[in-house]
């Protein structure tokens, strides 16, 4: 079975930083690429970050220079390092697969506020 868990998410004031995870089983994790994508209330879900085997990243331009996406493969693991947070990065962060069948996670939020 395929599970993505993301974990680190919570509450941060403007300015701060949170540091996200996705655990990975169920499928090769080392050949797709993982991305994290987010939903904020009354928006329609968006992709943040992306990357692949390579290690090849791209963002959003709305997090570029602030947030930064890893891959441990040994840990089966990618993460989203989240710096400058804004109120408008409050959404529900969630992990996903590509290049094959695509799983997702459950999510987990994330609030930017004084």
């Known amino acids: 079975q395929v599970h993505l868990v993301e974990s680190g998410g919570g509450l941060v004031q403007p300015g701060g930083s949170l540091r996200l995870s996705c655990a990975a089983s169920?499928?090769?994790?080392?050949?797709?690429?993982m991305s994290w994508n987010r939903q904020a209330p009354g928006k329609e879900r968006e992709l943040v970050a992306i990357?692949?085997?390579?290690?090849?990243?791209h963002y959003a331009d709305s997090v570029k220079g602030r947030f930064t996406i890893s891959r441990d493969n040994a840990k089966n693991s990618v993460y989203l390092q989240m710096n400058s947070l804004k109120s408008e990065d409050t959404a529900v962060y969630s992990c996903?697969?590509?290049?094959?069948?695509?799983?997702w996670g459950q999510g987990t939020q994330v609030t930017v506020s004084s």
């Open positions: 169920g499928f090769t994790f080392s050949t797709r690429a």
């Open positions: 996903k697969t590509w290049s094959g069948p695509e799983y």
């Open positions: 990357i692949f085997s390579t290690g090849e990243t």
